[in-house]
């Protein structure tokens, strides 16, 4: 469950503020950053089944996710 929802929120978080941060024109940046979303999504699911502690599987995705969503929410909207 952490694999899926977690890995899909840590993924979303991240792609958001990639696509705040990129340093390119608002529609150029969301399609890189939805480009760049699967491979986080990919590579955070992978490594979730990689590992064999839950409690770092789910440290490291929720936090990912929380501190990329609370960052992007901070950062707020591109001008």
Excluded: D, N
Excluded at 27 to 49: D, K, N, R, V
């Amino acid at each position: 469950m952490t694999a899926l929802a977690g890995g899909y929120a840590a993924a979303a978080g991240l792609a958001t503020l990639s696509a705040r941060l990129l340093p390119i024109a608002r529609a150029e940046a969301t399609g890189w950053a939805m480009i760049l979303s699967f491979l986080f999504y990919a590579a955070i699911a992978l490594w979730c089944f990689h590992e064999r502690r839950l409690l770092r599987v789910a440290g490291f995705v929720w936090g990912a996710a929380a501190l990329s969503i609370g960052a992007a929410m901070l950062l707020g909207v591109r001008p």
